[in-house]
């Protein structure tokens, strides 16, 4: 199946007083094609689509010929983005290699000028993200950051998460999301702040305490710094006062962080806590945390740099929630293409390139050709 057979649940927006003269596939699909080519905004699309218009129709019908970029803007910004969404998680779940004990990630990134005009407000986006498979499993809109705790949950209910690790940094260390992430089927590791203030005390009462189970240390040098991580972990629980209010909790994390400038020998030291269902040694801890930086840097790292999603202007209606969900399907696809044995790793920049020259490459990108 090609991707554009998952999108088929997407209903068309236009009513029939609208005249319609694209179909909402041809759309859909020119959309993600020209985003693997290196398009990122409506002006763009509509560029790309006018230049490989003859290879387009050997794929698609274009009875009107390529869309405007007018057009593009005004039927995304008017297709319900949960049931893009949810196409979208769908065509994950049948691409997605489910194995026991992958670390899945979630967190939240701001559009930055998502904003309708004049209003400071900005959308935020909750994504959540498979390090090992270099994948997004699904995105969720919400109003604003504090809101994430509510959409996690809603977020976790439309994934296949049974066997996996869940990591979310301490705006999601909240008793209804641990029991959310049990009952389905998955353990937690949570980042604690002081959000969280009895559990925090106790959790740095138990570390000076020195009640220690397990310690684990790494050593990294890179980009001129030395960066030791020491992980202590403790399996008592009953240095925890609300324990039982914690479903399956059976460790707390300790991860301190020192980083040393090569250079000019400044050194900075960082420590945080995590709770935690899985009953591990601290090597696992350390190593898993540590995953969860993927989503920083494989993800909205990638987003910002390589796609422009800072720098996007979609105000009208659901574009921009639209958009970015078109961006990661295409960042799905890049991350997934399989290079030829030995051939030399190329960047996302490289891949887009690519593409765009490469008909080929493209259509396999897209499922359409092995």
């Known amino acids: 199946m090609s991707i554009i057979d998952y999108f088929g649940g997407v209903a068309d927006p236009r009513t029939k007083e609208h005249k319609i003269l694209h179909k909402l596939g041809d759309i859909i699909f020119i959309t993600i094609a020209a985003v693997l080519c290196g398009a990122d905004d409506w002006y763009e699309i509509e560029d790309y689509g006018n230049d490989k218009e003859q290879w387009l129709r050997t794929i698609l019908d274009l009875p009107s010929g390529i869309p405007s970029h007018d057009t593009f803007n005004r039927v995304f910004s008017m297709i319900d983005p949960r049931a893009l969404e949810q196409c979208f998680m769908e ?20 559009l930055c000028n998502s904003g309708e005009e004049g209003s400071k407000a900005v959308i935020h986006m909750v994504s959540a993200w498979c390090n090992s498979n ?33 990591t979310i940094d301490a705006i999601g260390c909240q008793k209804e999301i641990a029991s959310k992430i049990i009952e389905q089927q998955a353990d937690y590791i949570l980042g604690v702040k002081d959000n969280q203030k009895h559990l925090h005390d106790d959790i740095r009462e138990a570390f000076e305490q020195d009640k220690i189970a397990d310690t684990a240390a790494t050593l990294q040098k890179d980009h001129g710094r030395i960066e030791k991580r020491t992980c202590r972990i403790i399996t008592d629980m009953d240095w925890v006062c609300q324990k039982d209010d914690w479903p399956a909790l059976k460790t707390l994390v300790e991860i301190t962080t020192s980083r040393t400038i090569m250079a000019t020998g400044a050194t900075e030291t960082q420590t945080r806590h995590y709770i935690s269902s899985v009953a591990r040694d601290a090597e696992y801890f350390n190593a898993a945390i540590r995953q969860h930086w993927g989503i920083e840097n494989r993800l909205h790292w990638v987003l910002d740099v390589c796609f422009a999603e800072d720098n996007s202007t979609k105000r009208a209606g659901a574009a921009a929630v639209n958009f970015s969900c078109i961006t990661k399907i295409a960042l799905n696809l890049l991350y997934q293409s399989n290079e030829k044995k030995g051939a030399k790793k190329l960047s996302m920049k490289r891949k887009r390139t690519k593409a765009d020259r490469d008909g080929n490459y493209l259509l396999s990108l897209l499922s359409l050709r092995t």
């Open 134 to 166: 270099q994948m997004v499993l699904g995105q969720l809109k919400v109003s604003d950051k504090s809101n994430e705790i509510t959409a996690i949950p809603a977020l976790l209910e439309n994934l296949l998460l049974s066997g996996c690790v869940i």
């Open 91 to 110: 065509w994950v779940k049948a691409i997605a290699v489910h194995s026991e004990d992958r670390i899945v990630s979630f967190d939240g990134k701001r």
